[in-house]
């Protein structure tokens, strides 16, 4: 079946230590994107990717880094630089960034830092 | 950038009607999404207005006045497996990002 995958769909870390989390898709997109979800918030974008080896930050971007060298793949690091990094992180696809691209978004990781 | 605003609760009886305003201020409009998002859930996509008026998809309706920055979704019949949130976003015309409001809680009450 087609779809997105995000791996694990708990995580727990230690204050200080990094962490990456998995984002794969077989839909054939071109474009991915990383959210963050916290509670009474909307969804707040942290990094897109139009194309492989190509990402852009966006709005909340400090303290996250991105790569993207496959189409169906942009892992996700939150580094220890990430102030608040307990939150839902969803990640998402589409077929491109222009005209109508509906987002298809994945199960989401819940991360807690102790 | 966009500044999107939704009521944060609604509560409505099995069976009876619910509407969700979402209103927006941004520089650039290309489009307004509805998705729902049941809780520890991933969002799922429910309809897309980029001209004005409404758009029907079975007990789902979405309307659009862009002059007014004006959307709302109609959720007719409703039965419990509508409890969930409805995330208004809407897509920047010049670098096509979503911008989401902080979604609306649905409560559906038999």
């Known amino acids: 079946d087609g779809g997105i995958t995000q791996s694990p769909k708990y995580l727990f870390r230690k204050e200080g230590q990094n962490v990456t989390l998995s984002c794969e898709q077989n839909l054939n997109h071109d474009a991915m994107y990383w959210y963050r979800q916290d509670p009474g918030q909307g969804l707040r974008l942290i990094y897109y990717?139009?194309?492989?080896?190509?990402?852009q930050k966006g709005d909340i971007a400090e303290g996250y880094s991105v790569s993207r060298e496959k189409k169906e793949s942009f892992p996700l690091t939150v580094t220890s630089a990430q102030k608040n990094p307990t939150a839902f992180y969803l990640c998402?696809?589409?077929?491109?960034?222009?005209?109508?691209?509906?987002?298809?978004f994945g199960p989401g990781t819940r991360l807690t830092v102790l | 950038g966009q500044n999107i605003d939704q009521p944060t609760e609604m509560t409505a009886t099995e069976g009876a009607i619910v509407q969700i305003n979402c209103t927006y201020q941004?520089?650039?409009?290309?489009?307004l999404f509805w998705y729902q998002q049941h809780a520890g859930e991933a969002p799922t996509f429910l309809s897309y207005n980029v001209l004005d008026g409404l758009e029907e998809k079975g007990r789902f309706s979405s309307f659009l006045s862009r002059s007014k920055g004006y959307s709302y979704l109609l959720l007719k019949e409703l039965q419990m497996k509508d409890s969930a949130s409805y995330l208004c976003a809407v897509r920047d015309l010049w670098d096509y990002k979503l911008s989401f409001g902080a979604g609306t809680t649905v409560t559906v009450r038999a």
């Open positions: 941004t520089s650039g409009f290309n489009g």
């Open positions: 990717s139009q194309i492989v080896n190509d990402f």
């Open positions: 998402a696809s589409s077929t491109g960034v222009g005209s109508y691209n509906e987002q298809f």
